[in-house]
């Protein structure tokens, strides 16, 4: 029995192996190097090595960031376990539209932190990602001066706070009335 098991578990690694390996052949066949290695040559190495520090930083942010939140939640997690848990979530989260590295991330805390507390960490920081990402458009429109750009993240700002406030208010009415 525990040989069947075996031979099943090396299987599925197989398997998987050999559908990124398709995945990566079709991403990659299109590509041409010899663009890319222009593009490499004549980049400026300070932006290049600038672009390296942000991927690199992320999930270490993202770790930190997941660990305050649900820190503010009296659920406390080390900062190593975060940063794992986001790394194991981060592939899925990378490749789904769906944003299947959250559920992960919920599955990976099951034991500690109920399911539904872990999405609603999940949904503030989805929040908190939307009003970072409309300010750095409001500033990067600000530098740009471009107006219409600076308009809908404004709009985006001042709507990403409001929607959360309303989503709580409408959760704790509901909660409250089936007490």
Same mark, same amino acid.
């Given at each position: 029995?525990?040989?069947?098991? !075996?031979?099943?578990?090396?299987?599925?690694?197989?398997?998987?192996? *050999?559908?990124?390996?398709?995945?990566? $052949? %079709?991403?990659?066949?299109?590509?041409?190097?010899?663009?890319?290695?222009? =593009?490499?040559?004549? *980049?400026?190495? $300070?932006? %290049?090595?600038?672009?390296? /520090?942000?991927? %690199?930083?992320? &999930?270490? /942010?993202?770790?930190?960031?997941?660990?305050?939140?649900?820190?503010?939640?009296? $659920?406390?997690?080390?900062? #190593?376990?975060?940063?794992?848990?986001?790394?194991?979530?981060? &592939?899925?989260?990378?490749?789904? &539209? *769906?944003?299947?590295?959250?559920?992960? !991330?919920?599955?990976?805390?099951?034991?500690? =932190?109920?399911?539904?507390?872990?999405? +609603? @960490?999940?949904?503030?920081? #989805?929040?908190?990602?939307?009003?970072?990402?409309?300010?750095?458009?409001? *500033?990067? @429109?600000?530098? /740009?001066?471009?107006? %219409?750009?600076? +308009?809908?993240?404004?709009?985006?700002?001042?709507?990403? &706070? /409001?929607?959360?406030? =309303?989503?709580?208010?409408?959760?704790?009415?509901?909660?409250? #009335?089936?007490?």
């Amino acid at each position: 029995m525990e040989n069947i098991n !075996r031979i099943t578990k090396i299987i599925k690694i197989l398997f998987f192996f *050999a559908v990124t390996l398709l995945i990566f $052949y %079709l991403i990659f066949r299109k590509i041409d190097y010899f663009s890319v290695k222009e =593009v490499f040559l004549n *980049a400026k190495w $300070y932006y %290049l090595v600038l672009a390296i /520090l942000v991927i %690199l930083l992320a &999930p270490v /942010l993202s770790a930190k960031r997941w660990q305050t939140i649900l820190k503010s939640m009296d $659920y406390h997690i080390s900062f #190593r376990d975060s940063f794992k848990i986001i790394m194991a979530a981060f &592939p899925a989260s990378a490749v789904t &539209p *769906a944003k299947v590295g959250d559920l992960i !991330r919920a599955h990976y805390l099951k034991d500690k =932190v109920p399911v539904t507390q872990t999405m +609603g @960490a999940v949904v503030t920081e #989805r929040f908190i990602d939307i009003f970072v990402l409309a300010s750095y458009s409001f *500033a990067g @429109a600000a530098f /740009l001066k471009n107006e %219409l750009i600076m +308009g809908i993240s404004l709009f985006i700002i001042f709507l990403t &706070p /409001l929607s959360f406030l =309303v989503m709580s208010l409408s959760l704790l009415i509901r909660f409250t #009335r089936s007490l």
